[in-house]
């Protein structure tokens, strides 16, 4: 396929009709996969395949960029408007207010809904794909079994059920007719293909036209309730929607997804609308269909705590398992179990180029994104030529949101910057300018997160650089302070070496607490010999652990007094000037600004994650306080998201303080 039609629609499109360009790349792809479908049945011809292949997963995937990025962007253009929340006792609203202002759960029903969109072209018109004939009566050839014995009295070889409503098989423990056993189980499977479709009402009539349509009930019962007649105030009634008690048929639903009796499709129907992972993941196949089991069952996670969280939840839903009730899903965890797939096909799809880019698309990574193609396009493998295109496309279309990029294709020139370092430094008189100069450099490479080059440059510059600034301008004037350009320059150098000593302590923490010392194995043999042994081997092991935790608390302390030494800063903060009447220079004064930004919200969720994981959940409350003052205003660095993942994490300690039996700051409770 010719790359000029992706050329020709690149150059027809102005650089503010982003969209309308990743339209016409879809349009682009779906024609070409066409041309090559039609190829591929005159004959087969693997390269042809490879190609249709690779068009049909760089069409998916500009549809996910498509539906994320009108959305983040949409939100970017709102984010300081502020809609009303209105208080309401209809499910519904609710949750549409939960959808509105979390762009989180938002993005995952996004993701669920390309994963059914995909999935629903790839069946195609499900009417012509059914294997077996539907029928209006259920369950018809052991009805006539039934009517057979009652007409002749006589009794079955095979014992069959004596009533047909649909619990019989279950309640009394007896077969179907085997016909009748293999037609559910064709149903079965087509309906959770359906499902898995997001083609729910076509299940519905499905079942209806199978005589089936107490099964299409129960696939009614997630719609949520919401009566217009309660704020209304009109003299006309009008029909309520969804079912008031879903809290009922919610727990159902999770009991029979947890039925190891019943078909493991039926369990995954009943799982996929009950949020039950487990019956779920074991009907799915591919990668698609796992992330769309850990995104739908984390949306319908989050929806129900937001309902308990405003007194909307029935009181069934406490019957649903704790470990449902209390999961924290986010999209990065989603992609951390997928890489612990029991599955091989699974883990092979994950590696695949298109499957990588998704999940970095779906995280909004896009630093991560070009990491991984920095890393393909140095291996020794080529790439396909078609992906190659993509990629292009894609950083050319990031880079017209006005998004920064943070591009790493280039080591050596990295290497280059750091050995200009060595040049700066040849002439002593000229210290104060090398140090403006380092400092500009590791600048830049904070802001590209490339700590170890940051070091580099940092370790170049000479420890004295500070005493011989401040000799050199005492030769020239006694009198005056020293320049407040060079003055900043220190003290921003400062800044920067409190940071990098900050990094690299939680370095230390994480690769320490990483290796703990592993428990020992008891041998198996009871002798005494193995006895003595296993004792010795305990002795040592818990001589190791208590020598490994000592040394995790000293690293506790210092990494938490080095990140404070960072977001307490002295005389105006980290990354601030101390001298105003400097000359002035907008960029510098943007890229402090924007390291601000960046850095000190990161730092302060690391250190979050150092106290909790050190169980200092009192200490991690605190931090609160700090963020929080007026003193510091450090919470105006922060985002709004960057915000919501803090209050979140500190409700994890909450949650653990009151586990403990203290109140929720940590203090003992009242009697």
């Given at each position: 396929m010719p790359s000029y039609s992706f050329l020709g629609a690149f150059l027809k499109h102005s650089s503010s009709a982003v969209f309308e360009l990743?339209?016409?790349?879809?349009?682009?792809?779906?024609?070409?996969?066409?041309?090559?479908?039609?190829?591929?049945?005159?004959?087969?011809?693997?390269?042809?395949?490879?190609?249709?292949?690779?068009?049909?997963?760089?069409?998916?995937?500009?549809?996910l960029i498509t539906s994320?990025?009108?959305?983040?962007?949409?939100?970017?253009?709102?984010?300081?408007?502020?809609?009303?929340?209105?208080?309401?006792?209809?499910?519904?609203?609710?949750?549409?207010?939960?959808f509105q202002r979390d762009?989180?759960?938002?993005?995952?029903?996004?993701?669920?809904?390309?994963?059914?969109?995909?999935?629903?072209?790839?069946?195609?018109?499900?009417?012509?794909?059914?294997?077996?004939y539907a029928k209006n009566v259920c369950w018809e050839n052991t009805l006539h079994a039934l009517k057979m014995r009652r007409k002749s009295g006589t009794t079955f070889t095979v014992p069959l059920v004596t009533e047909l409503d649909p619990d019989a098989p279950l309640r009394q423990q007896r077969p179907l007719a085997d016909l009748d056993r293999e037609d559910d189980a064709r149903l079965l499977k087509n309906l959770f293909t359906l499902i898995r479709a997001?083609?729910?009402?076509?299940?519905?009539?499905?079942?209806?036209?199978?005589?089936?349509?107490?099964?299409?009930?129960?696939?009614?019962?997630?719609?949520?309730?919401?009566?217009?007649?309660?704020?209304?105030?009109?003299?006309?009634?009008?029909?309520?929607?969804?079912?008031?008690?879903?809290?009922?048929?919610?727990?159902?639903?999770?009991?029979?997804?947890?039925?190891?009796?019943?078909?493991?499709?039926?369990?995954?129907?009943?799982?996929?609308?009950?949020?039950?992972?487990?019956?779920?993941?074991?009907?799915?196949?591919?990668?698609?269909?796992?992330?769309?089991?850990?995104?739908?069952?984390?949306?319908?996670?989050?929806?129900?705590?937001?309902l308990m969280s405003s007194g909307m939840?029935?009181?069934?839903?406490?019957?649903?398992?704790?470990?449902?009730?209390?999961?924290?899903?986010?999209?990065?965890?989603?992609?951390?179990?997928?890489?612990?797939?029991?599955?091989?096909?699974?883990?092979?799809e994950t590696r695949e180029h298109y499957h990588v880019i998704q999940k970095f698309v779906i995280l909004g990574d896009l630093d991560g994104l070009l990491e991984e193609f920095s890393d393909w396009l140095t291996a020794s493998k080529p790439l396909p030529s078609h992906l190659l295109r993509f990629m292009t496309h894609l950083v050319l279309f990031f880079r017209s949101l006005g998004l920064a990029l943070k591009v790493k294709f280039t080591l050596k020139e990295d290497q280059r910057k750091i050995d200009v370092i060595d040049w700066l430094l040849y002439d002593p008189a000229h210290r104060a300018e090398s140090l403006k100069q380092s400092n500009a450099i590791m600048r830049n490479f904070l802001a590209l997160q490339k700590h170890d080059a940051a070091k580099?440059?940092?370790?170049?510059?000479?420890?004295?650089?500070?005493?011989?600034?401040?000799?050199?301008?005492?030769?020239?004037?006694?009198?005056?302070?020293?320049?407040?350009?060079?003055?900043?320059?220190?003290?921003?150098?400062?800044?920067?070496?409190?940071?990098?000593?900050?990094?690299?302590?939680?370095?230390?923490?994480?690769?320490?607490?990483?290796?703990?010392p592993q428990k020992p194995a008891p041998a198996p043999e009871a002798k005494f010999t193995e006895r003595v042994a296993n004792e010795m081997r305990e002795k040592e092991y818990q001589a190791s652990l208590s020598a490994w935790s000592c040394r995790l608390d000293a690293l506790t302390e210092?990494?938490?007094?080095?990140?404070?030494?960072?977001?307490?800063?002295?005389?105006?903060?980290?990354?601030?000037?101390?001298?105003q009447d400097s000359e002035p220079d907008s960029e510098r004064s943007h890229q402090m600004a924007a390291l601000r930004s960046l850095c000190l919200p990161r730092l302060s969720l690391l250190l979050l994650s150092v106290l909790q994981s050190s169980s200092r959940h009192q200490e991690a409350l605190r931090l609160a306080d700090i963020i929080s003052s007026d003193q510091h205003c450090l919470y105006q660095v922060f985002s709004k998201e960057e915000l919501r993942r803090f209050l979140q994490k500190l409700r994890e300690s909450s949650l653990a303080l009151l586990?403990?039996?203290?109140?929720?700051?940590?203090?003992?409770l009242q009697p």
């Amino acid at each position: 396929m010719p790359s000029y039609s992706f050329l020709g629609a690149f150059l027809k499109h102005s650089s503010s009709a982003v969209f309308e360009l990743l339209d016409d790349y879809q349009a682009l792809c779906q024609d070409k996969v066409g041309e090559f479908s039609v190829v591929l049945r005159a004959g087969q011809n693997s390269k042809t395949a490879g190609v249709r292949w690779l068009l049909q997963q760089e069409n998916c995937t500009w549809r996910l960029i498509t539906s994320l990025y009108r959305d983040r962007v949409q939100l970017a253009l709102e984010d300081d408007l502020m809609t009303d929340m209105v208080v309401s006792n209809s499910e519904k609203v609710v949750v549409e207010q939960l959808f509105q202002r979390d762009a989180v759960i938002r993005q995952s029903q996004l993701v669920v809904d390309w994963l059914e969109s995909i999935a629903k072209d790839q069946i195609g018109d499900f009417s012509d794909n059914i294997e077996y004939y539907a029928k209006n009566v259920c369950w018809e050839n052991t009805l006539h079994a039934l009517k057979m014995r009652r007409k002749s009295g006589t009794t079955f070889t095979v014992p069959l059920v004596t009533e047909l409503d649909p619990d019989a098989p279950l309640r009394q423990q007896r077969p179907l007719a085997d016909l009748d056993r293999e037609d559910d189980a064709r149903l079965l499977k087509n309906l959770f293909t359906l499902i898995r479709a997001g083609m729910t009402e076509e299940a519905q009539r499905l079942c209806k036209r199978c005589g089936q349509a107490w099964r299409a009930a129960t696939l009614e019962g997630w719609k949520l309730y919401h009566d217009p007649n309660m704020t209304s105030g009109g003299i006309e009634l009008q029909p309520v929607e969804g079912n008031p008690q879903r809290g009922i048929w919610k727990a159902c639903c999770w009991r029979m997804a947890e039925e190891e009796q019943l078909n493991r499709y039926e369990r995954a129907i009943y799982a996929s609308l009950s949020g039950n992972l487990k019956p779920l993941l074991a009907v799915c196949e591919s990668w698609e269909d796992c992330v769309w089991a850990y995104f739908r069952v984390m949306v319908d996670s989050l929806v129900e705590k937001d309902l308990m969280s405003s007194g909307m939840a029935h009181h069934e839903v406490e019957t649903l398992p704790r470990e449902y009730l209390e999961a924290n899903w986010t999209m990065e965890k989603v992609f951390e179990e997928l890489q612990a797939s029991e599955s091989k096909r699974v883990l092979e799809e994950t590696r695949e180029h298109y499957h990588v880019i998704q999940k970095f698309v779906i995280l909004g990574d896009l630093d991560g994104l070009l990491e991984e193609f920095s890393d393909w396009l140095t291996a020794s493998k080529p790439l396909p030529s078609h992906l190659l295109r993509f990629m292009t496309h894609l950083v050319l279309f990031f880079r017209s949101l006005g998004l920064a990029l943070k591009v790493k294709f280039t080591l050596k020139e990295d290497q280059r910057k750091i050995d200009v370092i060595d040049w700066l430094l040849y002439d002593p008189a000229h210290r104060a300018e090398s140090l403006k100069q380092s400092n500009a450099i590791m600048r830049n490479f904070l802001a590209l997160q490339k700590h170890d080059a940051a070091k580099a440059v940092f370790s170049k510059v000479p420890e004295d650089s500070m005493r011989e600034i401040c000799s050199q301008w005492s030769g020239i004037s006694q009198t005056t302070p020293l320049p407040a350009e060079d003055e900043n320059a220190i003290r921003e150098h400062l800044c920067i070496r409190a940071y990098l000593e900050a990094h690299e302590a939680f370095t230390d923490w994480f690769r320490h607490s990483s290796s703990a010392p592993q428990k020992p194995a008891p041998a198996p043999e009871a002798k005494f010999t193995e006895r003595v042994a296993n004792e010795m081997r305990e002795k040592e092991y818990q001589a190791s652990l208590s020598a490994w935790s000592c040394r995790l608390d000293a690293l506790t302390e210092d990494v938490k007094e080095r990140i404070y030494n960072v977001l307490l800063f002295v005389d105006g903060g980290w990354m601030v000037d101390n001298r105003q009447d400097s000359e002035p220079d907008s960029e510098r004064s943007h890229q402090m600004a924007a390291l601000r930004s960046l850095c000190l919200p990161r730092l302060s969720l690391l250190l979050l994650s150092v106290l909790q994981s050190s169980s200092r959940h009192q200490e991690a409350l605190r931090l609160a306080d700090i963020i929080s003052s007026d003193q510091h205003c450090l919470y105006q660095v922060f985002s709004k998201e960057e915000l919501r993942r803090f209050l979140q994490k500190l409700r994890e300690s909450s949650l653990a303080l009151l586990d403990r039996g203290v109140d929720p700051l940590g203090y003992e409770l009242q009697p």
